[in-house]
Nanobody, 118 residues
Framework: QVQLVESGGGLVQAGGSLRLSCAAS????MGWFRQAPGKEREFVAS????????SYSDAVKGRFTISRDNAKNTVYLQMNSLKPEDTAVYYC???????????????WGQGTQVTVSS
């Protein structure tokens, strides 16, 4: 059973930054998804097991950075230049095989709220 514990959400003004963390019970391919009120959950970013490969949605490319510390089994999402449209619940996602823009993993974190005020 894969366990994921997220932290780091909060309220920030537009243009500000936040860093999300997701501590996993092992080393897996992982990603971040988000869900805004009334919208479907969408892909944000993913990272391979080693960290050598990353992928981003067009909406966050150039502003967000996904990274990992494998010594701590933790994945991070550094979010810069935040916009009000980034407001959502952010979910950490993991799978023993792959997480990508087209394939969601089987395991989810509890979600953390990110609110960006204008």
């Amino acid at each position: 059973q894969v366990q994921l514990v997220e932290s780091g959400g909060g309220l920030v003004q537009a243009g500000g930054s936040l860093r999300l963390s997701c501590a996993a019970s092992g080393r897996f391919p992982m990603g971040w998804f988000r869900q805004a009120p009334g919208k479907e959950r969408e892909f944000v970013a993913s990272i391979s097991r080693t960290g050598a490969s990353t992928s981003y949605s067009d909406a966050v490319k150039g502003r967000f950075t996904i990274s990992r510390d494998n010594a701590k089994n933790t994945v991070y999402l550094q979010m810069n230049s935040l916009k009000p449209e980034d407001t959502a619940v952010y979910y950490c996602n993991a799978d023993p095989f792959v997480v990508s823009s087209t394939r969601r993993g089987n395991y989810w974190g509890q979600g953390t709220q990110v609110t960006v005020s204008s």
